[in-house]
């Protein structure tokens, strides 16, 4: 098995996911390697080959990226919506060049994806105003309050 | 002892912390992890603080230390122990001062040039050292040492490195004659350059490994870890290990016991602490201790299987009876716990 798949589940609260559905990655190597970590992780989640028609309680959608998790998710915007309309689904969007793993209720993770997107947007007009460092200073003095 | 951990659990090669903890907490201690990617790193981007802190230093050691004093005022741990400098020293002693905690520091690797983690050495009550070359620099009680110093070597974790049933499929994906698993170094890539026409396969970080521009027909740019390592454990013939000599000179590294575990063949670096720990070249791991033994060995053992299972067997037993985590790394947390004089009852801080 793989502890730290494990552990993060845990922590969550979703280590009992009865299905799991891995969204297609382009690299080969990717899709094997998530679905063999979850079927050693979760061994009597059945894992489907398709996006099931309607999700259910205990349902783990699971968004593998190598490079970028705002466009990562993005792409399955509406599977996301779906499958956050039942209480107690799951999303985990695996980045997997660092094994960097994001686990929480389906709604949340496009709440926390939108939130990066303003952010990075405030940033970037932040430093084109030349203020970057004006705010480092500012959240500095704040910090050490 | 209630302890909590600051610790990375993603981007690692291998889940150290996460084994550890746990076999501390089978030991009947309470072992919080404070994973800083699950807990900082990974979360932020909810907000301009966090996304400007992990772009600035002092800011992250800021925000970070904010957070890891709330969590000691919610858990009120005996120690808090850091598995890098992640805090600056300053901040490890105005917790001690806040909150009555021991505080505990992780050397993985033998940075001591480096200023932060000379400081953090300096100011932990208690220090965990993988490299036993190390322990004279830095034990003692004057000259900013720390006393109380505890060797940790490399450990297997039975339920995770086991051996697998392969199919076919596994072998032909993951198996080759030579493995090696492990980011670039020169050195590393003078030693392997004897192998690379001899079915050398190298899993690790592929920006790295591209500067040795002759290997580069060997390595793979996948990312390994998990069930994929374990796999390829199982799969390969022959795991060459190679230590770096800038991060550690006789540290056991983690991969030989991982490997025997899962039932698979090493071919290591001879170190003093590898000798230390029970091997013998021959018999339960094969060692080297040069380019020319390394390149002599490998031939010598991929034309004798029968030989690598009767030395793989050996170490697979030497493993699970002295190398586990709950074996090998169990009882140092007691020894920590021992070493220090009982909390002061309503000392300073909430608790």
Redesign the interface.
């Known amino acids: 098995?793989?502890?730290?798949?494990r552990?993060?589940l845990e922590?969550a609260g979703a280590a009992g996911a009865q299905r799991v559905f891995c969204v297609p990655h382009a690299e080969e190597?990717a899709n094997?390697?998530v679905a063999?970590?979850l079927q050693?992780v979760l061994p009597n989640a059945e894992l489907l080959a398709a996006p099931p028609g309607e999700f259910r309680a205990e349902d783990l959608l699971v968004i593998p990226y190598l490079e970028d998790l705002v466009q990562a998710v993005d792409r399955c915007a509406p599977l996301c919506r779906a499958a956050g309309s039942v209480h107690g689904s799951w999303a985990l969007a695996y980045?997997?060049?660092?094994?960097?793993?994001?686990l929480a209720p389906p709604r949340a993770l496009l709440r926390?994806?939108a939130?990066?997107r303003r952010?990075?947007r405030?940033?970037y007009w932040i430093a084109r105003l030349g203020l970057?460092e004006a705010?480092?200073r500012g959240?500095?003095w704040t910090?050490?309050k | 002892m209630n302890l909590l951990y600051v610790c990375w659990l993603d981007a690692a090669t291998t889940d150290i912390p996460l084994f550890t903890a746990q076999a501390w907490e089978r030991r009947g201690h309470k072992v919080h992890l404070f994973p800083y990617d699950l807990c900082f790193a990974n979360e932020a981007g909810g907000s301009v603080e966090d996304s400007i802190a992990l772009s600035d230093r002092v800011l992250q050691q800021r925000v970070l230390a904010a957070r890891i004093n709330e969590a000691c005022i919610r858990l009120c741990p005996d120690a808090v122990l850091f598995g890098a400098t992640f805090v600056a020293p300053e901040f490890m002693r105005n917790l001690r001062r806040r909150h009555g905690v021991r505080i505990g520091f992780v050397l993985g690797y033998n940075n001591l040039l480096q200023r932060d983690v000379s400081e953090s050495v300096s100011v932990a009550d208690f220090v965990l050292v993988h490299d036993s070359y190390v322990i004279p620099l830095i034990q003692g009680t004057s000259n900013g040492r720390c006393p109380r110093v505890f060797g940790f070597g490399g450990a297997a974790e039975p339920r995770e490195h086991t051996s697998l049933a392969l199919s076919a499929w596994d072998r032909q994906r993951y198996g080759s004659d030579f493995v090696f698993l492990g980011g670039y170094s020169r050195h590393r890539a003078e030693m392997l350059d004897g192998l690379r026409e001899k079915g050398l396969r190298i899993w690790g970080d592929s920006q790295g490994w591209a500067r040795a521009w002759a290997l580069t027909s060997c390595c793979s740019s996948e990312p390994v870890y998990g069930r994929k390592k374990t796999k390829i454990y199982n799969a390969a013939k022959i795991v060459v290990h190679i230590e770096d000599p800038e991060k550690n000179i006789n540290s056991l590294s983690a991969r030989v016991p991982e490997v025997l575990a899962c039932g698979g063949f090493v071919l290591a670096q001879w170190t003093r602490d590898l000798e230390a720990a029970g091997f013998q070249d021959g018999v339960s791991v094969a060692w080297y201790t040069t380019p020319g033994e390394l390149a002599d060995k490998a031939g010598y053992y991929l034309a004798r299987e029968d030989q690598r299972r009767q030395v793989s067997e050996a170490g697979k037993a030497h493993v699970l009876r002295s190398l586990t985590y709950d074996v090998a790394y169990g009882p140092i947390l007691d020894a920590v716990e021992q070493s220090l004089a009982p909390r002061s009852p309503g000392g300073a801080g909430p608790c």
Do not use: F, K, N, T
Not at chain 1, 1 to 5: D, K, L
Not at chain 1, 95 to 102: A, E, F, S
């Open positions: 098995m793989s502890a730290y798949v552990y993060v922590r190597w094997i390697q063999e970590e050693a980045g997997l060049r660092w094994r960097v793993l994001q926390h994806v939130a990066r952010v990075a405030l940033l970057r705010v480092v959240l500095r910090c050490a």
